[in-house]
């Protein structure tokens, strides 16, 4: 009975080893099937990111009204920034929306300025030699504040970067504008050093109130070709086409413009830009047209680290978005920004442009500010901002200097990687 029953057993322990051979592999499948599942989970993650930040102000300003009245008020300050991204294996898409709300308590005239702006970005690679970028936008300023508002959106498509109308006539005169704009266009790599890439940029800006006509259409065409010297070295041609009409009966210019170009890495991190050519405008009138040269140039030196952020840029063109005119602008910038810690960080920026058009048109405008912010916990942070405008109108008006300074708090919902 022993013997019977240990031989009993056996067939039972064998079948049982059996059973777990035959489920071992099954049991593989499985956890590779959910590792699979996993790691295309992790890599969607790695591929979408998105966030709403929530933002509220309190500070001083010493031109509430934005105009030629000094008339400094405390404010108060209420704004929301979203943020979304999408990358495929072709596609790429990007999503951004901003708007705000100050009230002034002791600004005269209206005690409340809205300021608002969405954006839209996609690329398509349809094949490894072809790609194809296009967005739109839309804002609304007052003012000229938008492009005071340090908005930072990642960008991960390839393509015309959007345009930000800043229009120094707009600070001091108290007007609300409206800006519709959109891009389309392609990059061919045609062969393994030489790309082209081509254009194609239409805006709307109209303004509240447009006693003057300021307001305007504007198309361009641009075409790009770039050549790979070295790997470190780009040289190209950029033609750029534009036709802006105003709401002004009889006004409009026409501008075209060539730039010869060279990109280079000058040493670890560092990188410069250089763009040297011509603009070649027509203006037009009720009186006739008028045609002119003028030089074009664009220098860009940056530099990029894990913990800083270093653009300084200098350029000189023609303008068609300001004053009704073909302005020929002058401007210098810088912007800089650096992680002191884990969770510090600072940034300052400063621009300085003169205007010069036809009939006499002169102005100076400078603008900048600084910013410390610090992260109390992964979605909490505050911090300190401070800024400063002036302009200059060799026929006036006087407009005062614009000093502010504010304390933030903001709460971020969704990603939280920083």
């Known amino acids: 009975m022993m013997t019977t029953s240990r031989l009993g057993l056996r067939p039972f322990h064998f079948l049982g080893g059996a059973c777990l051979l035959a489920m071992a592999p099954a049991a593989t499948a499985q956890q590779a099937d959910a590792a699979s599942e996993l790691q295309a989970q992790e890599a969607a993650k790695d591929r979408a990111n998105g966030y709403v930040d929530l933002q509220g102000s309190l500070g001083y300003t010493t031109n509430a009204s934005q105009g030629t009245d000094e008339d400094g008020s405390i404010f108060g300050r209420a704004s929301i920034l979203g943020f979304y991204s999408i990358d495929g294996d072709r596609s790429s898409t990007s999503l951004s929306a901003f708007a705000e709300n100050s009230f002034y308590p002791n600004r005269n005239g209206s005690s409340n300025t809205q300021l608002a702006r969405a954006d839209v970005r996609h690329s398509y690679r349809a094949s490894e030699s072809v790609t194809v970028f296009g967005g739109v936008e839309a804002s609304v300023d007052f003012g000229s504040l938008l492009s005071t508002r340090y908005l930072p ?45 081509m254009s194609a940029t239409g805006q709307k800006v109209w303004y509240e109130d447009d006693i003057s006509g300021l307001g305007f259409r504007n198309i361009s065409a641009q075409a790009s070709w770039d050549r790979i010297l070295s790997e470190r070295s780009t040289v190209g041609l950029r033609l750029i086409g534009q036709d802006t009409d105003y709401r002004a009966p009889g006004l409009g210019n026409n501008v075209y ?10 040493a670890e991190n560092w990188r410069i830009k250089l763009g040297v050519g ?28 894990e913990f800083e952020n270093f653009c300084g840029a200098l350029s000189h063109d023609v303008q068609t978005t300001i004053g009704a005119n073909a302005t020929r602008a002058t401007t210098a ?16 920026r400063a621009a300085a442009s003169h205007y010069r058009g036809d009939d006499d048109y002169r102005v100076n405008y400078l603008s900048g500010g ?8 992964d979605r909490f942070s505050g911090g300190v901002d401070v800024s400063a405008r002036d302009i ?20 971020r919902i969704g990603d939280i990687k920083q």
């Open 333 to 348: 910038s810088f912007f800089y920004s650096r992680r002191l810690s884990r969770n510090d960080s600072i940034d300052a």
């Open 153 to 197: 959106a990642p960008d991960p498509t390839t393509g015309v970067p959007p345009v930000v109308v800043i229009d120094p006539a707009l600070f001091g005169s108290r007007q609300r504008s409206y800006r519709l704009g959109g891009n389309l266009g392609t990059t061919l790599r045609v062969t393994e050093r030489d790309n082209l890439t």
């Open 278 to 305: 011509a603009s070649y405008s027509i203006r037009k009138a009720l009186t006739g047209r008028d045609k002119s040269v003028s030089p074009a140039a664009d220098v860009q030196v940056c530099k990029s680290t």
């Open 370 to 377: 600084a910013a410390y912010s610090r992260r109390f916990s």
């Open 257 to 266: 413009t060539a730039l010869g170009t060279l990109s280079r890495d000058l």
């Open 392 to 411: 200059y109108y060799r026929d006036g008006p006087n407009v005062p200097v614009e000093l502010t300074g504010l304390i933030f708090l903001r709460y």
